[in-house]
């Protein structure tokens, strides 16, 4: 994996961690869709990796919803529950 896809990765595991801490039961974080990948059809990079690192730090997805950001590029809003 890159360096970004990392540090957002890694990013969102510290946010997960400190809502843990914070007795937090729902966690929803916003995931973007990476410029170079609008319109193309796969995986979108980085966000698997993003929800693994979410889920290691003892959150599990319940809910997801995708809609276009503000310059149209996909954005997903992933609800995680403890």
Not at 57 to 80: I, M, Q
């Amino acid at each position: 994996m890159g360096f970004f896809k990392d540090q957002k990765s890694a990013n969102l595991a510290t946010e997960a961690e400190r809502a843990v801490e914070e007795g937090r039961t729902v966690f929803a974080p916003k995931l973007k869709t990476p410029a170079t990948h609008h319109g193309m059809t796969g995986a979108v990079a980085g966000w698997a990796e993003m929800i693994e690192s979410v889920e290691q730090a003892g959150w599990r997805l319940a809910e997801w919803t995708v809609c276009l950001g503000s310059k149209g590029d996909p954005e997903a809003y992933p609800l995680f529950r403890r």
